[in-house]
């Protein structure tokens, strides 16, 4: 199997060769068809397997084709337990868009609050956050989510370690409506709250996991 042979935008397709990427990974081959049909999905496959490619690039997809729910709000929202992960997350997504019209920005913690407001404004088609700082902007309303048609949830298991589960829910609340599509990913799915935030966040989710014996 080869990324030509799921239903991927030209753009999209270019990247990869660009990156020298051409055989999707176990869970980027499992995980695609689930997340390019909308559907929402919980998948745990070990680290270095290639979790980012399996979830930018549906959500690259989904954006290039489908119109726009809401002009204002971002469409997609990444999140990440730390800065240095949701950096990393932010240089591969940058590379997807740079080939495309789209704005992408990152709003991390530690960095200065009212410039990350001014980017806000801007109207960034995806946001790769971390929990803590965009519940803030959440709350002094300098974005909304209304519009909000995927969300992330990268290194969910290391989200709940760190105390982020108030955050994700007020995240979830937020963007709580019917077209919104949730895609779940962690190294492990035994950390005794994954069960409680999926069924929190996720619409009967498709199941992918690599390596384990569920
Ligand atoms: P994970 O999130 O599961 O820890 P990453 O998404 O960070 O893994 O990917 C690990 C490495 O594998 C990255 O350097 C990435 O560029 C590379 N990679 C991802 N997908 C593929 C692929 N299909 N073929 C070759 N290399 C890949
Ligand atoms: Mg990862």
């Not at 971390?130 to 909304?144: E, K, S, V």
């Not at 949730?182 to 498709?206: C, Q, R, V």
């Amino acid at each position: 199997m080869q990324f030509t042979d799921f239903s991927l935008d030209k753009r999209l397709l270019d990247s990869l060769k660009h990156l020298g990427i051409s055989t999707p990974t176990d869970v980027q081959a499992q995980a695609l068809p689930i997340a390019l049909s909308g559907k929402d999905l919980m998948a745990s496959s070990k680290t270095g397997s290639g979790k980012t490619l399996a979830f930018l690039l549906p959500a690259m997809q989904r954006v290039i084709s489908t119109r726009a729910l809401s002009k204002k709000d971002p469409r997609v929202l990444i999140l990440l337990p730390t800065r240095e992960l949701a950096q990393q997350v932010y240089g591969q997504l940058r590379l997807l868009v740079a080939n495309t019209q789209y704005k992408a920005i990152s709003v991390l913690g530690g960095e200065n609050f009212n410039d990350q407001a001014k980017a806000l404004s801007r109207d960034p088609h995806f946001i790769v956050a971390t929990p803590g700082r965009i519940a803030d902007h959440l709350q002094q309303r300098h974005l909304y989510l209304n519009g909000l048609e995927l969300l992330v949830l990268d290194e969910a298991d290391r989200m709940l370690d760190l105390g982020f589960a108030p955050q994700l829910k007020a995240i979830n609340d937020a963007a709580d409506h019917k077209r919104r599509q949730t895609l779940m990913f962690s190294a492990t799915l035994d950390h005794e709250s994954i069960g409680d935030i999926a069924t929190t966040l996720l619409k009967t989710p498709s199941h992918v996991s690599i390596g384990e014996s569920y």
